[in-house]
């Protein structure tokens, strides 16, 4: 089976003619087929439209949230929903053409556990073409996987990686780089990109600035979620170096019969000193958290399986 997953934020002007174009596939895909739409608290009348789509429809599922949830937590809804062995996801603004689902499908039957499009002519405002490519390049630079595009919406996923995604806020974007670092293959696929018809983005010049941060949490995810002693330790424990350096240079000042008490480096010094200790028993104690969790999941898995006999 195969499961189309479209999430939907105000799209009512297009979920029709969406709609439509999808239809024209679905003989195309040589499988069963399921399409479940994700309705993120839209406040038009693009709910309203889904149901009556699903009405009408019966390999068609609808789910709302009742406030705008956000991208991310509508794939991961959409991904625990899906029945299918694969899932394709792509948005409902027709940027991206429904009828290139067969071409992006057998990429993945090939092997692929994640087949992202490439938006490579892309139709879009040339300040989001430019924030786009110093995005991807970033990424490419701190993680070494060479991505055109991660933020296209256009995917086709295994059964085994979307369920495995556990997503939140901008974490979507980063979705081919969590799938490489779970061991998935990852691989590209260009596709036809269009000006947007119906409505407008929901995406502006302010996601630059809900880019960043989500960028560093990867960065500490991808590189040291599972040994957090290794950024804590060298950072706090350098911290903590100056500072006592500090001091043991105020100590012999001291000895040598200088005053320093009313020095602003003696303050100085004693806060590089505790924030430093601070930093480094925080990296301890995560350290310490992921050893006992590790263990008790070894531990779990270590039981033999138990069969019963006919």
Same mark, same amino acid.
């Given at each position: 089976?195969?499961?189309?997953?479209?999430?939907?934020?105000?799209?009512?002007?297009?979920?029709?003619?969406?709609?439509?174009?999808?239809?024209?596939?679905?003989?195309?895909?040589?499988?069963?087929?399921?399409?479940?739409?994700?309705?993120?608290?839209?406040?038009?009348?693009?709910?309203?439209?889904?149901?009556?789509?699903?009405?009408?429809?019966?390999?068609?599922?609808?789910?709302?949230?009742?406030?705008?949830?956000?991208?991310?937590?509508?794939?991961?809804?959409?991904?625990?929903?899906?029945?299918?062995?694969?899932?394709?996801?792509?948005?409902?603004?027709?940027?991206?053409?429904?009828?290139?689902?067969?071409?992006?499908?057998?990429?993945?039957?090939?092997?692929?556990?994640?087949?992202?499009?490439?938006?490579?002519?892309?139709?879009?405002?040339?300040?989001?073409?430019?924030?786009?490519?110093?995005?991807?390049?970033?990424?490419?630079?701190?993680?070494?996987?060479?991505?055109?595009?991660?933020?296209?919406?256009?995917?086709?996923?295994?059964?085994?990686?979307?369920?495995? =995604?556990? /997503?939140? !806020?901008? &974490?979507?974007?980063?979705?081919? @780089?969590?799938?490489?670092?779970? $061991? %998935?293959?990852?691989?590209?696929?260009?596709?036809?990109?269009?000006?947007?018809?119906?409505?407008?983005?929901?995406?502006?010049?302010?996601?630059?600035?809900?880019?960043?941060?989500?960028?560093?949490?990867?960065?500490?995810?991808?590189?040291?979620?599972?040994?957090?002693?290794?950024?804590?330790?060298?950072?706090?424990?350098?911290?903590?170096?100056?500072?006592?350096?500090?001091?043991?240079?105020?100590?012999?000042?001291?000895?040598?019969?200088?005053?320093?008490?009313?020095?602003? =480096?003696? /303050?100085? !010094?004693? &806060?590089?000193?505790?924030?430093? @200790?601070?930093?480094?028993?925080? $990296? %301890?104690?995560?350290?310490?958290?992921?050893?006992?969790?590790?263990?008790?999941?070894?531990?779990?898995?270590?039981?033999?399986?138990?069969?019963?006999?006919?």
């Amino acid at each position: 089976m195969v499961s189309i997953v479209v999430p939907v934020f105000n799209e009512e002007e297009s979920i029709g003619a969406f709609f439509t174009e999808l239809k024209k596939v679905f003989p195309k895909i040589n499988d069963t087929f399921e399409t479940i739409f994700i309705d993120d608290g839209s406040t038009d009348r693009s709910l309203d439209l889904l149901k009556n789509i699903s009405e009408t429809h019966k390999n068609v599922r609808v789910f709302s949230f009742r406030r705008n949830m956000g991208k991310s937590e509508a794939l991961t809804l959409g991904f625990a929903k899906a029945q299918g062995d694969y899932i394709v996801t792509l948005d409902a603004d027709l940027q991206d053409k429904p009828s290139e689902i067969p071409s992006l499908l057998k990429k993945a039957k090939e092997g692929a556990g994640l087949v992202c499009g490439w938006r490579k002519k892309r139709k879009d405002k040339k300040k989001m073409l430019a924030i786009s490519r110093i995005f991807n390049k970033t990424m490419n630079t701190i993680f070494s996987l060479d991505i055109h595009d991660y933020n296209c919406g256009f995917k086709v996923y295994t059964k085994d990686l979307a369920k495995s =995604l556990r /997503l939140y !806020g901008g &974490l979507h974007r980063f979705i081919p @780089l969590i799938a490489a670092q779970n $061991g %998935f293959s990852v691989v590209e696929e260009e596709v036809v990109h269009e000006q947007r018809k119906f409505g407008k983005s929901k995406y502006g010049f302010s996601k630059v600035f809900k880019d960043i941060p989500d960028m560093f949490t990867m960065l500490f995810l991808v590189k040291y979620g599972k040994r957090p002693m290794h950024f804590f330790g060298i950072f706090g424990g350098g911290i903590g170096l100056v500072g006592f350096i500090i001091l043991v240079y105020l100590t012999v000042l001291r000895f040598l019969g200088y005053a320093i008490g009313g020095r602003p =480096l003696l /303050l100085f !010094g004693i &806060l590089l000193f505790i924030t430093g @200790l601070q930093i480094f028993f925080t $990296g %301890f104690l995560a350290d310490l958290f992921i050893n006992i969790s590790q263990n008790r999941l070894d531990s779990k898995q270590s039981f033999p399986l138990k069969f019963s006999s006919e």
